[in-house]
């Protein structure tokens, strides 16, 4: 790159100085289910098995879908089941500022477009978006998206295919022209994309590692261009099995998973461990919460993480 990079450091400070700095990003669209559970876990272990640091970070990004109250019961639930953090939890609501500080300097090296285009504009360029607001006028004062130019920066990247190693899921590549287009940075409703502050708030703090849920796996080569284009230090990315209901649907805050309570904690964090391939002993079951936490944070190993989904009964 020929410009020098902007830098999104802002005021957070960093508790301690680490090699290793890991993170738990929950969106508060609901309380902690299992297959939450199971990131935040497998985030903590991987940190503190590293001598490392257990940042957690609240993505309350999109009012919309968010629940009132969820952000304060995942924080209530993660203490509950004797996850403790490190430092303040931070809040993607508060940090409006710094997205657009970050907005505006793309925009400055011309690596940002608004873009007009609708749904089903979208829809007919098949899913993938074409670029066909890049050379086009589009009047301002309507509603409008603001797009990332992904490829087509000058020097970047030298190739049309993106690799990475997984921790967990192993070698990956997308070709970022073909399979994922342009992105938005900021939506026509005026909330800023997960994609951008993702990235701004991983680089704020400082993340090492992002040890989260397969269904980002998708995202991640779009999140590394954008950390090369800021000039930040690529993150090492693991993405851990997601837990399934019996016919295949993805354990999720949108579809109703059942909420993990805290009375149950000790066998919430043993399931845990066991999903996550760890081979928790049976009678750890009933031990305290931080006796299991301790027994696992002892044995942890991320090579006997099955990076497949497979499936979680609540019963
Ligand atoms: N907030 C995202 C979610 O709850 C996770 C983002 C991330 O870990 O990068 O799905």
């Not at 710094?98 to 090296?109: G, T």
């Not at 703090?205 to 849920?213: L, M």
């Not at 693991?238 to 649907?249: K, R, S």
Request: net charge negative.
């Amino acid at each position: 790159m020929d410009m020098p990079a902007p830098t999104h450091s802002s005021a957070i400070t960093l508790p301690i100085d680490s090699p290793y700095i890991g993170r738990f990003a929950p969106s508060p669209s609901g309380p902690l289910h299992f297959g939450s559970l199971v990131t935040a876990l497998a985030s903590y272990f991987d940190a503190k098995a590293h001598q490392g640091q257990w940042l957690v970070r609240m993505e309350d990004l999109d009012p919309p879908r968010e629940q009132p109250g969820a952000a304060d019961t995942i924080l209530r639930s993660l203490e509950g089941h004797g996850l403790k953090w490190d430092g303040d939890v931070i809040y993607q609501s508060q940090r409006h500022g710094v997205y657009q500080s970050c907005l505006d300097d793309l925009i400055a090296h011309n690596w940002v477009y608004p873009c007009d285009c609708s749904r089903q504009d979208l829809n007919a360029m098949g899913g993938i978006y074409n670029g066909r607001c890049r050379c086009r006028s589009v009047d301002l004062s309507l509603p409008h998206s603001l797009r990332l130019r992904l490829y087509d920066i000058k020097d970047y990247p030298s190739s049309d295919e993106f690799r990475f190693h997984d921790l967990i899921q192993g070698s990956q590549a997308q070709n970022l022209r073909t399979q994922v287009g342009d992105q938005i940075l900021k939506r026509r409703d005026g909330f800023y994309a997960y994609q951008l502050a993702v990235v701004v708030d991983d680089i704020a703090q400082g993340i090492t590692h992002v040890i989260r849920g397969n269904d980002l796996l998708e995202v991640t080569a779009r999140q590394l261009f954008l950390f090369g284009l800021l000039g930040a230090p690529l993150p090492t990315y693991g993405h851990v099995p997601l837990a399934v209901q019996a016919n295949g649907q993805k354990l999720s805050k949108q579809n109703h998973a059942r909420a993990i309570e805290t009375k149950d904690a000790s066998r919430n964090l043993w399931r845990g461990l066991e999903f996550l391939g760890q081979n928790p002993p049976a009678d750890l079951a009933g031990a305290s919460t931080s006796e299991i936490l301790d027994w696992g944070l002892h044995y942890w190993r991320r090579d006997k993480i099955n990076g497949q989904s497979h499936v979680y009964s609540d019963s």
